[in-house]
């Protein structure tokens, strides 16, 4: 069984998705970029204020999930300029601390704009 994932600490999904879905012990959570929970305004314009924000969503969507960055198995992340890497890398290593696999890329474009998207794939276990 599928179980969709919601909380208001996270910005509210601006498509046909959720904010993430259980199934079993995995979560896996759509791609957050820097949007306010409250407003769903793009934050910051540098990406070191940007990331700060998508990790922000993302642990929320976790503590939601009852689980935390802790139990990340895999993320994908996406640049808007691969020139931000290590300026990411900064932000991303405070929160995600246990070395899971993971994909960074840089892309043309991101929805409204944002200079970085996250998603991630968790174990409950």
Do not use: W
Request: charged share 20%; proline share 4%.
């Amino acid at each position: 069984m599928i179980e969709k994932i919601s909380t208001s600490d996270a910005p509210k999904a601006i498509g046909p998705y959720s904010q993430a879905v259980r199934h079993g012990n995995i979560l896996f959570t759509s791609g957050q970029i820097a949007l306010s929970p409250e407003n769903g305004a793009l934050v910051g314009d540098d990406i070191k204020t940007q990331t700060e924000q998508v990790m922000k969503n993302l642990s929320a969507i976790l503590k939601a999930s009852g689980i935390t960055f802790d139990n990340v198995i895999k993320t994908t992340c996406f640049l808007s300029d691969i020139s931000y890497f290590s300026d990411f890398n900064e932000v991303y290593g405070k929160y995600i601390t246990n070395a899971p696999a993971r994909s960074c890329v840089a892309v043309k474009d991101l929805p409204k704009g944002a200079l970085v998207e996250v998603e991630i794939i968790a174990s409950a276990d």
